[in-house]
T-cell receptor, first 109, second 114 residues
């Protein structure tokens, strides 16, 4: 079966750095996405990785290792507004998106 | 800029009733999708449409139907609602088919079936 694993919940301090991990087992691989979802709102796109390595976009970076079936989202200089759920999704060989259940990130002052 | 508009935003429905969730986009995207989101589970694809006039089944299509008469509209119908269809429903679109590129989501429709 296809599976995406993420921690259910994480807590971090304002101004700090947090790394949210995602491991996957899918039928083929055609890219990995990270989305942010604030409570009661729609998911919004954060990043896309299809090749190994780190993609940096401001305070957010996403890393991919295809051989390990592993990705992480790195958030720097955390702000209270970063409190949200972070969804990992993998596009499989049929170009379908398989979604993780999401990681709820709680930021404390 | 509206993007994707869903209606209603929230609805309580008696079991056995028919319900249509509306979704309209103004981005001229080819592909549209309906997902449901339940606590502790990832987003699950119900139905999708790669282009106007075509539709396909996703992971959890039973009890739901869709139509895509034109590019902009992609309604989701529950023919006879059951309590297990209580969920938050998200409509999404992407410029190209095959989940290529970024998905744009509507604000969601929270449906409770009693």
């Amino acid at each position: 079966g296809q599976n995406i694993d993420q921690p259910t919940e994480m807590t971090a301090t304002e101004g700090a750095i947090v790394q949210i991990n995602c491991t996957y087992q899918t039928s083929g691989f055609n890219g990995l996405f990270w989305y942010q979802q604030h409570a009661g709102e729609a998911p919004t796109f954060l990043s896309y990785n299809v090749l190994d390595g780190l993609e940096e976009k401001g305070r957010f970076s996403s890393f991919l290792s295809r051989s390990k079936g592993y990705s992480y989202l790195l958030l720097k200089e955390l702000q209270m507004k970063d409190s949200a759920s972070y969804l990992c999704a993998v596009r499989d060989s049929n170009y379908q998106l398989i979604w993780g259940a999401g990681t709820k990130l709680i930021i404390k002052p | 800029i509206a993007g994707i508009t869903q209606a209603p935003t929230s609805q309580i429905l008696a079991a056995g009733r028919r319900m249509t969730l509306r979704c309209t986009q103004d981005m001229r995207h080819n592909a549209m999708y309906w997902y449901r989101q339940d606590l502790g589970l990832g987003l699950r694809l119900i139905h999708y449409s790669n282009t106007a006039g075509t539709t396909g089944k996703g992971e959890v299509p039973d009890g739901y139907s869709v139509s895509r008469a034109n590019t902009d509209d992609f309604p989701l119908t529950l023919a006879s609602a059951v309590p297990s269809q209580t969920s938050v429903y998200f409509c999404a679109s992407s410029e190209l088919a095959g989940h290529t590129g970024e998905l744009f989501f509507g604000e969601g429709s929270r449906l409770t079936v009693l």
